[in-house]
């Protein structure tokens, strides 16, 4: 059974920075794609970025140049690393994963519990 728990969240102020971490257990990490996606109060789910297990990643256009992905599979694990975060990136992130090969918005059936990113004025 696939798990994935993910971390990291917390209240910043704008123009700060965090790194949410999620750990991913129960099958191997061949061609899994792992991602993040989010939501905010009143909104969508948003998608916000993806890698694949060939290092390949997509991005949210909101997000490009402020957010980066990355994994280490030798600890099943994936960060994103948040920067010159602004109020209207308050949501909860969820992380999620997916068997396939590309970096994009669509067909995540694998979900963490979500963690909460909240950034003050």
């Known amino acids: 059974q696939v798990q994935l728990v993910d971390s990291g969240g917390g209240l910043v102020q704008a123009g700060g920075s965090l790194r949410l971490s999620c750990e991913f257990s129960?099958?191997?990490?061949?061609?899994?794609?792992m991602g993040w996606v989010r939501q905010a109060p009143g909104k969508e789910r948003e998608f916000v970025s993806a890698?694949?297990?060939?290092?390949?990643?997509g991005y949210a256009d909101s997000v490009k140049g402020r957010f980066t992905i990355s994994r280490d599979d030798s600890k099943n694990t994936m960060y994103l690393q948040m920067r010159l975060l602004k109020v209207e990136d308050t949501a909860v992130y969820y992380c999620?994963?997916?068997?396939?090969?590309?970096?994009?918005?669509?067909?995540?059936?694998?979900w963490g519990q979500g963690t909460q990113v909240t950034v003050s004025n």
């Open positions: 999620v994963a997916k068997y396939g090969f590309y970096a994009d918005e669509r067909g995540y059936n694998y």
């Open positions: 129960g099958r191997t990490l061949t061609d899994v794609v």
């Open positions: 890698i694949t297990s060939s290092g390949n990643t």
